[in-house]
């Protein structure tokens, strides 16, 4: 990964110099949460396929993140390159953009256990904590901020957003929970996790709506369809906070979420078996289709799927019997058949010709192949469980491949003192040793060494 020269709408392809404005004004930036990104997409890439060139773009692009983007000196990460020069400066680095740092470091940890990179995972998780904590903003409760000062953008450190809180779970924090060994650390980092999914339960949840908040700080905006008021932050939401509750034996975080995902993919679900993104402000569904929000929402009704046994073998589930119809939206009308890839997005008015000419970019600062990849592990890993089927991944901690999705009997992640800290767990879904312990299935494959 090299940094580039500045990109200009009128050099960049087709797809990005006919983008809207969003897009086109952010060319000139080269984004370390992109890399990051990339560097995920690599390893889940090795993960599924156990070919090795995957793993070395994977090691190649952590190597220069942590050589180029994470600073020594303040502890925290480059957000982009501007002409060459890392921007902006560190107290004006939104907690979004630093938790998506962590990520492509963090499922190469989860593959490799590399204990320089989990060095710097710490390093930069522990300023996180202590650098961006507010311990009383208004109104009174702790969270996260987005930046430390307003730099060129007057009001910036006031604003209270939830992905401040939520992204630092979803892109390490819940990945790294069962796999730190070192006691201490362990029970800091779980502390942490379990503090910032109070404040999103807490704090951001509109139980007039059954969705979260995306903002606090503007009471204006605390209305239906502001911005990060819409399905796919709300499910996103849910599922972190499900997935920590039973992570850390907290059964009330599991409590509060499991029954507001049922009603939550109803309301999403639309006859074409595509997700729809959201409430508009009047209230109405906005029937389009946003390619993360489609993968947060099937993740969430997966992994549920798969984890409530008794919810699952109803007929009709409230989960299950989704993902025949959105996983074949999916395929037929986010996946490019010919190019590859997913496109951002499909209207409701979408037809088989719509993207046959070319399409929206499938690549800019906020979109790369990360959800798409994630979207595909979690799904192979959870149809394995269902079908009660052999789902195998590999990690180079054994050269070889190791069972996944242990079917219904998984119910928690590896707890971080058994000897599981040597096999990859991702998201809870097991593929390796002590979900083995749990299934005669896999331990006739044996265990992971």
């Not at 979004?96 to 499922?107: H, I, K, T, V, W």
């Not at 890839?341 to 409701?348: E, G």
């Not at 928690?412 to 083995?436: E, K, L, Q």
């Amino acid at each position: 990964m090299q940094r580039r020269h500045r990109v200009s709408a009128s050099g960049a392809c087709p797809e990005l110099a006919e983008a809207g404005g969003w897009i086109k004004q952010e060319l000139g930036r080269d984004y370390t949460r992109m890399k990051s990104r990339q560097a995920f997409v690599y390893g889940v890439a090795y993960h599924v396929t156990g070919q090795e060139p995957y793993l070395a773009a994977a090691a190649a692009g952590v190597t220069w993140l942590r050589q180029h983007a994470y600073e020594r000196d303040t502890g925290s990460a480059v957000s982009y390159w501007e002409n060459g020069k890392p921007q902006p400066p560190a107290p004006q680095r939104t907690a979004q953009d630093l938790a998506y740092a962590q990520l492509g470091l963090a499922f190469y940890y989860y593959l490799t256990r590399d204990p320089e990179v989990l060095a710097d995972l710490v390093r930069l998780e522990q300023y996180m904590m202590k650098a961006y904590w507010d311990p009383a903003p208004p109104p009174a409760g702790g969270q996260l901020r987005w930046v430390l000062s307003d730099g060129g953008a007057p009001g910036e450190s006031q604003r209270q957003e939830l992905v401040s809180q939520l992204d630092q779970i979803n892109a390490y924090m819940l990945l790294l929970a069962p796999l730190l060994e070192d006691p201490a650390q362990s029970a800091a980092w779980q502390r942490d996790m379990l503090l910032l999914a109070r404040v999103i339960k807490d704090r951001y949840f509109a139980p007039e709506h059954g969705m979260f908040w995306g903002t606090l700080h503007d009471p204006a905006q605390r209305k239906l369809g502001s911005r990060h008021t819409d399905f796919g932050h709300s499910m996103k939401s849910l599922w972190m906070l499900y997935l920590v509750g039973q992570a850390t034996g907290q059964a009330d975080l599991v409590d509060f979420a499991r029954p507001h995902v049922a009603p939550l993919l109803a309301r999403a679900a639309q006859p074409s078996g595509c997700w729809a993104s959201g409430l508009r402000a009047d209230g109405k569904l906005d029937a389009g289709s946003q390619w993360w929000v489609f993968a947060e929402l099937d993740q969430a009704a997966a992994t549920l799927a798969l984890r409530e046994p008794a919810e699952a073998g109803r007929a009709p589930s409230g989960y299950v019997k989704h993902l025949p119809r959105s996983y074949a939206c999916w395929f037929e009308r986010f996946v490019d058949p010919k190019g590859g890839d997913t496109w951002p997005w499909v209207s409701a008015d979408w037809t088989p010709t719509m993207f046959a000419q070319g399409g929206p970019p499938k690549a800019f600062h906020w979109k790369s192949g990360y959800h798409a990849a994630e979207h595909a592990l979690v799904s192979l890993i959870t149809t394995a469980g269902l079908q009660e089927s052999d789902c195998r991944c590999t990690s180079p901690l054994s050269r070889r491949r190791a069972p996944a999705g242990c079917s219904r009997t998984t119910s928690a992640p590896p707890s971080p003192t058994s000897a599981s800290i040597r096999c990859p767990a991702y998201r809870g879904c097991a593929v390796a040793a002590w979900s083995s312990r749990r299934s005669s299935r896999c331990e006739r494959s044996g265990p992971c060494r």
